[in-house]
């Protein structure tokens, strides 16, 4: 049975079924551990339906966004969720109480309790006004940028259909777009920052209520820090600055001279290879049989995995009239399936859904089946965000097939932008902790604060007159800083682990990959430190853990001619 003959059903969450909410108090008076044991497996048979039909629901709706049917499903799990949440908590606190605690622990994770708890830590029943302020920003936000429609070449164009003019290898083309854009967000200044404005206010009225001065142990706990805090982000940031600020500037200047620019500007910095970027020669099947021979070489269980996915169309992945923009990859827990959404535009793009989000199906399709438990397999991004961007390097030896005369073009410039990502998802980290530290900060403020951290984390950029990014509002664009603070940390402490499994490779490969697997199976039952020393790695902020990646990925990118890119 594949995913078009998967069957939906509303799981009814207002109210919830009372044999379920009744669990938490079940539990407490169960006479003994396997009583308690089978209890709380009633209530993750819950959990995991509920996800199967909640996700099944937004993958239909994501294909085919006219239909009214599945719109409607998932606005009403979007309403109602937070009510499952509840549950959730009351789950955790009621398994926390029991006399059980070790059981439970060593049944299901040494990490269990302690995300519950920050998971707690993060909610109270009092902020339910506070969190249906914030969503509507997020909302406000979310239509603003995705409703813009920016007059450009004669039509009207979303930011993703303006990308490929910020990259054209014309000078003129790349600086009207990047005006064009600048121009749409200075017209809406005002209103960008009205949001963020009240979206910083009322994060911090959250944290106040919750007991704390400011909003950062409420960001850290929400994104489920369980092993680090701010002072070793800080200490990571450092690093990025000693270590990789500099290899980030050299890169840039090697590729103007490249691409022959005298004063570069940020409209220069986009194109990668003046005579375009390295984009794969064939139609969406070829591409297809090509990624299946590919995971069938690299191992038993990758080809297994990948065969499972194309047996039961797993993958969505052309573009369509009515589908909605981006990727993803989600899993549907009651068919130990993972998902692949994407959106395929005959870029690089295309072959990286076929290495990213495949990582991420690895581990899913993997863990489904090794871990009973849906909380064994309940991962932090910083995690999933190593599986996948691992899988990318991993695969290296392989591009050639799909890139043929472009494939080192194609790996100079997916490691030079692995490296490039670094300081700037830093300086995004570091700006929001200086907004939420100073949440009295204006609007004005905030920009300075921003064009300051630039000079720290980009000091070349020039923005020649761009309006809007020049005044210090990039961040406005970043979707992540208003949706999801403090995320974005976790991709560059992945990208640094993945980096570190690509210099590995480099070595040894079957070491490599070995300790892939094994990082891989572990899942989301240890902590971001604990799996890093399970495999021998060293922490990324630890001092001195990047400059010897930079050193390689300096000397790999030196060795490759790119003389005809
Ligand atoms: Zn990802």
């Known amino acids: 049975m594949g995913f078009k003959e998967y069957r939906y059903s509303r799981v009814q969450l207002c109210p919830i079924d009372k044999n379920i909410t009744d669990i938490p108090a079940r539990i407490e ?24 039909m909640y996700n099944l629901a937004y993958f239909r709706y994501t294909i085919n966004t006219h239909d009214e049917f599945y719109a409607a499903e998932v606005e009403y799990y979007d309403m109602n969720l937070p009510k499952h949440d509840e549950l959730a908590n009351a789950v955790n606190a ?11 622990e060593k049944e299901i994770s040494p990490v269990f309790f302690k995300n519950a708890e920050l998971k707690a830590k993060a909610f109270s029943p009092d902020i339910m006004e506070e969190l249906a302020q914030e969503s509507r920003l997020q909302t406000a936000y979310q239509k603003l940028m995705a409703g813009a429609r920016i007059p450009f070449d004669g039509r009207e164009l979303t930011f993703p259909q303006l990308t490929p003019y910020k990259e054209s290898p014309e000078r003129e083309i790349r600086k009207a777009a990047f005006f064009a854009e600048g121009g749409f967000l200075e017209q809406h200044a005002q209103e960008l920052d009205g949001i963020y404005d009240e979206l910083v206010k009322v994060r911090t ?25 701010p002072k070793e982000v800080a200490a990571f940031r450092r690093q990025v600055v000693k ?83 981006g990727g993803y990859c989600e899993m549907l827990p009651d068919y130990k399936a993972p998902f692949v959404f994407a959106n395929f535009n005959g870029t690089s793009g295309d072959i990286e859904v076929l290495t990213h989000e495949c990582g991420h199906a690895f581990e ?24 996948s961007m691992s899988m990318e390097f991993f695969t290296y030896p392989y591009m050639k ?23 700037y998802g830093c300086m995004v980290d570091h700006f929001q902790e200086e907004v939420y530290l100073h949440p009295e900060m204006t609007p004005a403020q905030r920009r300075e604060k921003w064009l300051e951290l630039e000079k720290v984390y980009r000091p070349d950029i020039d923005w020649a007159d761009i309006p809007h990014y020049g005044t210090g509002g990039w961040w406005q664009r970043q979707l992540h800083i208003y949706m999801d603070p403090f995320y974005y940390i976790d991709y560059c402490l992945a990208q640094s682990v993945a980096l570190m499994f690509w210099d590995a490779a480099q070595k040894d490969r079957k070491g490599a990959w070995d300790k892939y697997m094994k990082l891989i199976s572990y899942s989301g039952t ?15 902020m630890e001092e001195g853990a990047l400059s010897g990646l930079a050193r390689s990925a300096m000397s790999f990118l030196d060795g490759i001619d790119t003389s005809k890119f």
């Open 29 to 52: 008076t169960a006479a003994d551990y396997n009583e308690a044991l089978k209890l709380y497996g009633e209530y993750e048979t819950f959990r995991e339906h509920l996800f199967t």
């Open 94 to 104: 009621a398994l926390a109480a029991c006399p059980w605690r070790k059981e439970f």
């Open 205 to 229: 009225r959250i944290a106040q209520k919750l007991g704390y001065d400011n909003f950062l142990p409420v960001g850290y706990a929400r994104r489920t820090r369980n092993c680090y805090g």
């Open 243 to 325: 270590d990789i600020v500099p290899v980030n500037n050299e890169l840039l200047r090697r590729q103007h001279e490249r691409n022959g620019i005298k004063n570069p500007t940020a409209y220069d910095r986009t194109l990668i290879c003046r005579h375009g970027n390295a984009a794969p020669k064939d139609t969406p099947e070829v591409i297809f049989e090509k990624g299946a021979h590919m995971y069938e070489a690299m191992g038993e269980k990758t080809g297994e995995f990948f065969r499972f996915m194309r047996d039961n169309q797993l993958f969505d992945v052309l573009s369509k009239d009515g589908k909605a923009n």
């Open 364 to 387: 899913g399709y993997l863990s489904a089946r090794n871990y009973p438990h849906f909380a064994q397999r309940d991962i932090t991004m910083d995690i999933a965000e190593i599986h």
């Open 401 to 423: 097939d799909f890139f043929t005369e472009d494939t080192d073009k194609f790996i100079y410039a997916h490691l030079s932008e692995a490296l490039k990502f670094l300081p």
């Open 526 to 540: 240890l902590t971001f430190n604990d799996l890093l020393k399970a495999v021998g790695f060293r922490l990324p």
